[in-house]
């Protein structure tokens, strides 16, 4: 079982920064990937990018592609999320997941952090 911990979202203007921290609490943990989603009110989830936990190789989704950075810290089995340049069409519940193997989807999930963007 892993539990994922998130935090860092709030309240920023548009143009600014935030980071997001999402922390797994597991003895053992070696995911394949660990991902980022949102979900804006009446949308559906979305996904924003995931890091691969072996190689830290990164995707992103098209619309936060060249301002948002996905990184990890093996040793405190934590993944970030570093959103620039925020829009407010960022606005949303942001939630990170972890796919524990390549042949499953993503077991578990974050209780999801608001991130609000003012114009």
């Known amino acids: 079982q892993v539990q994922l911990v998130e935090s860092g979202g709030g309240l920023v203007q548009a143009g600014g920064s935030l980071r997001l921290s999402c922390a797994a609490s597991?003895?053992?943990?070696?995911?394949?990937?660990m991902g980022w989603f949102r979900q804006a009110p009446g949308k559906e989830r979305d996904f924003v990018g995931h890091?691969?936990?072996?190689?830290?190789?990164?995707y992103y989704a098209d619309s936060v592609k060249g301002r948002f950075t996905i990184s990890r810290d093996n040793a405190k089995n934590t993944v970030y999320l570093q959103m620039n340049s925020l829009k407010p069409e960022d606005t949303a519940v942001y939630y990170c997941?972890?796919?524990?193997?390549?042949?499953?989807?993503?077991?578990?999930w974050g209780q999801g952090t608001q991130v609000t963007v003012s114009s």
């Open positions: 597991s003895r053992t943990f070696s995911p394949y990937t």
């Open positions: 997941a972890v796919r524990m193997s390549i042949l499953r989807g993503y077991d578990y």
């Open positions: 890091i691969t936990w072996s190689s830290a190789m990164t």
